[in-house]
């Protein structure tokens, strides 16, 4: 029983990992269809930020709460320049988009390497995400890391705000209406060139506090950004352009099955085992779990 | 039909100085060490011919296709290995890392110089069938269809990785000495290998060159640019396009395999998603919708990378992602687009311009 | 030329999440007949078609020639004898006219064929070639040709297809006066051998030229008759004076779904 249930609890950190990194996508890819394969470097970007602020700031503590938005503000730099400077040009053109943004991810891997060595860097957890947490005690207890605890938390915060400012704010509504009819969305007076840039500063912001999230269960380097990158696109492709909610579920789910076939395989067998159920899955439902059914030809 | 009789004297004509370059010219300048990195590079352009089917031609963007080469380089080392370590033995590095006293049942066919020569484009051409059959029934296609054949690439990878005992793991299939009988440390036979390679090159642009030309290739860039369109014409989208992805697959497989002898390695380095990309750039570079174009990118690529790569590695990063960027986003009909405006250009100065051929057609499948 | 085939389709329904485009359609369109298609926008008539063939999902039954087509790929139904076209004209702009007809003629064709070349022009390519008056640009890209020429290329390639049933979306759309007549008496002679929808807007287009007509509205049929009984009906006549209002809602409507 409690393996059962330490599994499953695995599997939700790991699923709250998987939806941090894939929230930013949600945007960028989910709601306007960018591929944006550098968006993985962006984690990186949130990573090293930690790194740095943690050697300027001493309190491991305080520069992690301070790493948070500073790292959000770079990676959502970096995503603003990037849709300036080349996915403006490609919106029509989708795959071409992808390719372009992984020579841009080479290059910021190799000026990762270049700034800070490619040797992995770590940086200190702060004495409050040391410990665990017992919630079952007795003879056969289990425990769950703070440091997870504190990812789902930090998760579950990046789904609410996000999902509040698509609702709530006049932007989150100028965002939806230039996804759903962009033509329409420009002749009523919004500039959906700057409601693009904003979109893909958000999500590429969000990049960026995965990143931080990320210091805290493993080390920073160079390419920590492939590693996590199409992870992160399939949970978006299962769970269904434009739907927030599909993207939460999937990681979760994602998350629990990965944990459960690594307990019962090895990690390896396990990672097949997991492409194989999203293609399964894909047959039953190809557009994903959540679509919007619209009667357009593509 | 002055037009057709035209192209296809031209392609003869191309064919045969090709051949001449690859028999006589390029084994007569180069060393035996250039030679080999020649045919390695050769390998690639076989990929990358497939590349150009599916992808330039079908808008099938593959970015699994270390996929299809790995088995076909693992079902060719699985045989070497088999042969080098002789009857009854197991190959080396089993009896180093492994517990088996015997082959472990799915190596045993490979012991078969014919099985194993079969899978080699077989087994890829069948994972490409099922798979594709999956996939494009359910029109998953576009950046999906990209994604999905990126993580397959990264899922072979980690799986060879973790059965470290029947695959060897990270260091993949080393040290391969014989092929079929003959000594790989002898130059001479080096030499065979690269003839071998360059003659399977120059096959396989002559089968998509047929394919591309032929009222299939017609109908496979319609389905690359209106899919639907296709289906209300009565076809099913979904066999076009699993022709061409099984083609492809059968042709990295091929490649795979010619790679092991020219080599002597194969490994989960050499499958994953980043070599499955950088078969794409080539093509990407030198042209996605044309042969020549894929071709000569891809040898072009391959050769910039060995010789940027000797010297300064951190240069060579930032060029590949340069060439991405300005090849994909400024250029996406690559090289062999530049070369189709001039002689568009140098047409519409001549008087009589009778060939209107549009040039390159390179389309987004979305 | 394979026997003439009418359509009857019955209790069609047609819903996109909640929100109902096709509401209980019954209509009959007899074996080569001319019939036009017409309502506000939003009234159901694009995804009538849709659902005829294939392209959405339906509830009901559509008969074609007797045979039940709902539930059938969209591949099938085509090859069952169906073609349309799109809004928007819907060619394949890379490849040239000849090509596209090649095609359009060609979903019967075994592998060996496939997997030549076409060294000739096939006869029916030729024929239709004439039809629709695209033979000197035969050698053209479908993309340079202009609008009105590819409309023309779409019908020419539902010919080629040898369809036993067109169904136009709005074929002469953004053509010039001359060129929707000559699209009207194109028309009026495939459907001597061959059954024609047509969706359209356009009023005068469709007095000229319609043998039939149904007027749809908020995805049911209202009326439906020759032109003149069709004029005279009150409620068509309320539906197409004072429509301004459902028009608008209907529009919002199907674009949230």
Known sequence: ?298 | MNLLKGRSARAAAGFAGAAALLFAVAPLLLSDFRLGLLAKYLCTAMVAVGICLAWGRGGLLTLGQGVFFGLGGYAMAMHLKIADAGPGNLPDFMQLYGTATELPWWWQPFANPLFALAATVLLPMAVAAILGSFIFRRRVKGAYFAILSQALAAAFAIWLIGQQATTGGTNGLTDIQGFFGYALDDPVNQRMVYFVIAAALLLLIALARQLVHSRYGELLVAVRDSEERVRFLGYNPANVKLVAYVVAAGMAGLAGALFVPAVGIISPAMIGIVPSIEFVIGAAVGGRASLVGAVLGAVGVAWAKTALSEEFPAAWTYFQGLLFIVALAFLPGGLASLVGLVRRRMASQATDSEETKPVVPVGEAA | MTELAGLEIRQLRVSFDGFTAVDGVDLDVHPGDLRFLIGPNGAGKTTLVDAVTGLVRAEGSVLFGGDELLGRSVHRIARSGIGRTFQTATVFEELTVLQNLDIAAGAGRGMWTMLRRRRTVPESVARTLETVGLTELADSPAGTLAHGQKQWLEIGMLLVQDVRLLLLDEPVAGMSHDERQATGELLQRISEERTVVVIEHDMDFMRSFARSVSVLHAGKVLSEGTVAEVQADPQVQEVYLGHTAAEATADVTVQEA
């Not at chain 1, 915060?157 to 509040?164: F, P, R």
Request: avoid cysteine; charged fraction near 10%; proline fraction near 3%.
């Open chain 1, 1 to 298: 029983m409690t393996v059962i249930l330490g599994q499953t609890f695995t599997g939700i950190s790991i699923g709250a990992v998987l939806l941090l990194i894939a929230l930013g996508l949600s945007l960028t890819f989910g709601q306007m269809n960018v591929i944006n394969m550098a968006h993985g470097e962006f984690i990186m970007a949130g990573a090293y930020t930690t790194y740095v602020l943690q050697k300027s700031i001493t309190g491991a503590g305080i520069s992690l709460l301070v790493a948070l938005p500073v790292a959000f503000l770079v990676s959502g730099a970096l995503g603003a320049l990037l849709e300036w400077l080349l996915i403006r040009r490609l919106y029509l053109r989708p795959l071409d988009t992808l390719l372009v943004t992984w020579g841009v991810s080479l290059m910021l891997q190799q000026l990762a390497r270049d700034i800070f060595g490619a040797p992995n860097v770590q940086t200190r957890a702060p004495d409050w995400l040391t410990g665990n947490i017992t919630l079952i005690g007795g003879d056969d207890p289990l425990t769950v890391a703070n440091s997870r605890l504190f990812i789902l938390g930090l998760a579950v915060a990046a789904v609410v705000a996000l999902s509040l400012t698509l609702r709530l704010t006049p932007l989150g509504r100028r965002i939806r209406g230039v996804v759903q009819n962009r033509d329409l969305a420009e002749v009523s007076g919004i500039s959906t060139e700057r409601v693009d840039r904003t979109a893909f500063f958000l999500g590429s912001g969000l990049a960026g506090v995965a990143g931080v999230a990320l210091t805290l269960v493993g080390p920073i380097g160079p390419t920590m950004g492939t590693n996590v990158i199409i992870d992160a696109f399939l949970v978006i492709v299962v769970g269904g352009i434009g739907q927030l909610k599909g993207t939460v579920i999937v990681a979760f789910v994602l998350g629990v099955l990965q944990s459960v076939l690594e307990y019962s395989t090895t990690v390896s067998v396990a990672k097949v085992l997991v492409l194989v159920a999203i293609v399964a899955f894909l047959q039953w439902r190809p557009q994903g779990l959540y679509t919007l059914r619209t009667r357009s030809l593509v």
